[in-house]
């Protein structure tokens, strides 16, 4: 973590997410593997931070292990997820039914998958409410509210529509809807505009954008596009191959990266002065079962020496204005894309 993650200890009210030391296991045909290891960061209320890296890299299973919806084959080994001055981690899974929606709320990729084509939208807005204690005035009232407030016109109409009747668009606020009707401290974004049109897209952006702000929810969204964490983010957390490279506020990692893979990302996204670098990054992310020793970038990083970066540990390493993992920090000359 980096001195501004850890200034705060659980339970005080400058972050209200702390999550600690998170490892995660999954069971393979060849045994038991960390699917995400010693992941840590903070987020203060009202904050958005960045969870980026290419698919495979850990960050859709630390937002499942958080809110505990790993799936059976996976576990978590070890780490502490504390959130409004409760750790998640010791409770039962009937305590923590209870705080999804309420305490911690997702927002999935695909809003044509995660609604029922057979109930309005109304009713299953009214569900997550009821679930939670409301009465059937208050959950039509609350529902009718979010609708409202996720800016979707003529609400009232919408309420009795079912979800093949509005368009994508309509049906992702939709489900920003259901995920804050209750007021959660932490809202789990991920990869929520993948399968929107661009103008649909940045206003579904703006949106959460807004209400993390406003509601002073802690917001955790992840992206495989820096493009987009650049417009959102205030923090930004690099993850490959279920680790934590690099971690620090966007406009720091953004203009001086200090690991090869943040570069490599940051160079996918065009520059007014240079363009859009070739190249990108060769090969891909190594399967759990597959993990190199050293530092896991290893394999595709043009600057890994034999021995030093592929032999021994490659600790996260706690600077002053960020973590890094690279045994080879403030030797090498990394490019950002505000030079």
């Known amino acids: 973590m980096t001195m501004m993650m850890t200034a705060a200890r659980p339970g005080t009210t400058t972050q209200s997410v702390v999550v600690r030391d998170l490892t995660v296991s999954v069971a393979t045909a060849q045994g038991r593997f960390n699917v995400i290891e010693s992941v840590g960061f903070s987020i203060a209320p009202g904050e958005m931070i960045g969870l980026v890296g290419e698919s495979g890299s850990g960050k859709s299973v630390t937002g499942s292990a958080i809110c505990r919806l790993l799936p059976p084959v996976m576990r ?21 039914r209870r705080r999804r929606g309420s305490l911690v709320s997702v927002i999935p990729q695909d809003p044509m998958t995660s609604l029922d ?15 939670h204690g409301y009465s059937r005035r208050e959950a039509k009232a609350r529902a009718l509210e979010t609708l409202h407030l996720v800016r979707i016109a003529d609400p009232e109409r919408r309420f ?7 368009s994508g668009g309509m049906r992702q606020r939709v489900l920003i809807a259901m995920a804050i009707s209750c007021g959660p401290k932490l809202l789990i974004a991920d990869e929520p505009t993948t399968a929107l049109d661009a103008t649909t897209q940045a206003q579904v952006l703006e949106l959460l954008k807004s209400l993390g702000e406003e509601l002073q929810m802690a917001t955790i969204f992840t992206t495989h596009d820096l493009g987009v964490a650049r417009e ?29 893979y943040s570069e490599r990302l940051l160079a996918s996204i065009p520059s007014p002065t240079r363009g859009l670098l070739s190249g990108g990054i060769p090969g891909r992310v190594p399967p759990v079962t597959a993990f190199p020793s050293g530092c896991r970038f290893s394999p595709r990083c043009e600057h890994a020496l034999a021995g030093r970066c592929t032999d021994g540990e490659n600790p996260l390493v706690e600077m002053a204005d960020r ?11 990394l490019k950002g894309v505000y030079e």
């Open 323 to 333: 973590n890094v993992r690279c045994v080879r920090i403030g030797e090498l000359s």
């Open 232 to 260: 959102m983010c205030s923090r930004v957390v690099v993850m490959y191959a279920g680790q934590i490279v690099e971690s620090g506020r966007l406009e720091e990692v953004f203009e001086a990266p200090r690991h090869p």
């Open 160 to 166: 009795n529509q079912y979800p093949h009747q509005v």
């Open 117 to 131: 084509p057979s109930f309005t939208i109304g009713h299953q807005i009214m569900n997550v409410l009821r679930a």
């Open 76 to 96: 978590q080994e070890s780490g502490e997820v504390w959130l409004d001055g409760e750790n998640l981690s010791e409770l039962s899974e009937r305590e923590m």
